[in-house]
């Protein structure tokens, strides 16, 4: 499985401001999937990022709010933008190779905290 | 729509016995069904998976099953041990474009082994 990282492992906010999140892999793949951890609870998928195409957001999710950039095949970025403190959560990457290769690995996580 | 129900929310157990997990999905395009499990504080972990051609995979102690025609999929984990304390969850797989699958969760379970 490819090595995932994501920078910065956590950060405290104030509400009103943005974050972005970087997610690296140490090899070429497609797809790209952003997900929310909220505190205690399981994860949900944020939104698809297919390297050359605009993203693709889970209902109740929108660009406004979680604009995603993927320039390349190894790099993508979440930003999380007017943050309040139901914004606290963590924020996972994980990967999809390619068709057909339906395993996820996900990145270790940025451990969000809006005051 | 897209869901994925896991039951139960909790399971204390004691060491040595046997841990079952069961989710239903509602989608029959559904072809892949992964399993992670999530310790305290770290990324969730793929454990196990299984595809829709297969009724039945096992890794030492954990199993998996899977009924098609029921939507449903369960996780079995025997001889348990203290160090199988974790959340887990369940996911089962909707298609995406382009031969690619996304991923979405069951609400986890938090199971606790007592010595």
């Known amino acids: 499985s490819a090595v995932i990282s994501q920078k910065p492992s956590r950060d405290i906010c104030q509400r009103g401001t943005s974050l972005t999140i970087q997610c690296q892999v140490d090899?070429?793949?497609?797809?790209m999937f952003w997900y929310r951890q909220q505190p205690g609870q399981s994860l949900t998928l944020i939104a698809t990022?297919?390297?050359?195409?605009?993203?693709?957001?889970e209902s109740g999710f929108v660009i406004d709010k979680f604009p995603i950039s993927r320039p390349n095949l190894t790099f993508s970025t979440l930003t999380v933008s007017n943050m309040s403190p139901e914004d606290s959560s963590i924020y996972l990457c994980?990967?999809?190779?390619?068709?057909?290769?339906?395993?996820?690995?996900f990145g270790p996580g940025t451990r969000l905290t809006v005051t | 729509g897209e869901n994925v129900e896991q039951h139960p929310s909790t399971l204390s157990v004691q060491e040595g016995d046997s841990a079952v997990i069961k989710c239903t999905y509602s989608d029959s395009a559904s072809n892949y069904f992964p399993w992670y499990k999530q310790e305290l504080g770290k990324r969730p972990q793929l454990i196990i998976d299984i595809r829709s051609n297969v009724g039945e995979k096992k890794d030492q102690r954990i199993a998996v099953t899977l009924n098609k025609t029921a939507k449903h999929f369960s996780l079995h984990i025997t001889e348990t041990q203290p160090e199988d304390s974790a959340v887990y969850f369940c996911a089962a797989s909707f298609p995406l474009s382009g031969g690619y699958n996304k991923l979405i969760f069951g609400a986890g379970t938090r199971l606790a082994v007592h010595p």
């Open positions: 990022a297919n390297q050359g195409s605009e993203a693709t957001y």
């Open positions: 994980s990967v999809g190779y390619r068709p057909g290769i339906d395993e996820q690995y």
């Open positions: 090899s070429q793949v497609t797809m």
